[in-house]
T-cell receptor
Framework: AQSVTQLDSQVPVFEEAPVELRCNYSSSVSVYLFWYVQYPNQGLQLLLKYLSGSTLVKGINGFEAEFNKSQTSFHLRKPSVHISDTAEYFCAVSEGAAGNKLTFGGGTRVLVKP | AAGVIQSPRHLIKEKRETATLKCYPIPRHDTVYWYQQGPGQDPQFLISFYEKMQSDKGSIPDRFSAQQFSDYHSELNMSSLELGDSALYFC??????????????FGEGSWLTVV
């Protein structure tokens, strides 16, 4: 069975500073990896995904993530955050051929301060 | 572009009542997923349907049932509601077929409050 661990439940960061959200996963098979963002009182929006190929994935809103198979990690980064990036961020994994259902991590709340 | 549509957006029910949530997937998407997100929790997978057949099952209580209809919309039926069922219920859809890893698109969710 797959599982996802987001190491930080909350990350406060100042506006225009960089941010990194950590995500580790465990699975016995090859996985697909995703980051979703949830703004207050809204649904889940896909930021980026890793299926195969280049381990550095670029997404929307200036976010990027790097897949590291040896460390089973998929950390999310943004070089300069904005107030509007305040949200909950979820890392998720699916086992592809075993079905596309997503298993989510516990979420990381990013609070951007002016 | 059309997104996943969920209705109702907000629902208040009393304990032991029944609730039905509806989901209309993105056009041409053949797979629907239901997730439950409790307050301060991550979304938990409940159940999914591919081409109107149940394709996977997660932590869905026996009091809940779901189905996907011929027009691909899906309904989640919840009976004998309990206070702990209060949550945000997401529907999501994707296009399956032979390619796995297709993006799963989420609706805005239906807020269920059980009082």
């Amino acid at each position: 069975a797959q599982s996802v661990t987001q190491l930080d439940s909350q990350v406060p960061v100042f506006e225009e500073a960089p941010v990194e959200l950590r995500c580790n996963y465990s699975s016995s098979v090859s996985v697909y990896l995703f980051w979703y963002v949830q703004y207050p009182n809204q649904g889940l929006q896909l930021l980026l995904k890793y299926l195969s190929g280049s381990t550095l994935v670029k997404g929307i809103n200036g976010f990027e993530a790097e897949f590291n198979k040896s460390q089973t990690s998929f950390h999310l980064r943004k070089p300069s955050v904005h107030i509007s990036d305040t949200a909950e961020y979820f890392c998720a994994v699916s086992e592809g051929a075993a079905g596309n259902k997503l298993t989510f991590g516990g979420g990381t709340r990013v609070l951007v301060k002016p | 572009a059309a997104g996943v549509i969920q209705s109702p957006r907000h629902l208040i029910k009393e304990k032991r009542e029944t609730a039905t949530l509806k989901c209309y997937p993105i056009p041409r998407h053949d797979t629907v997923y239901w997730y439950q997100q409790g307050p301060g929790q991550d979304p938990q997978f409940l159940i999914s349907f591919y081409e109107k057949m149940q394709s996977d099952k997660g932590s869905i209580p026996d009091r809940f049932s779901a189905q996907q209809f011929s027009d691909y919309h899906s309904e989640l039926n919840m009976s004998s509601l309990e206070l702990g069922d209060s949550a945000l219920y997401f529907c999501a859809s994707s296009l399956e077929g032979v390619f796995s890893g297709n993006t799963i698109y989420f609706g805005e969710g239906s807020w269920l409050t059980v009082v």
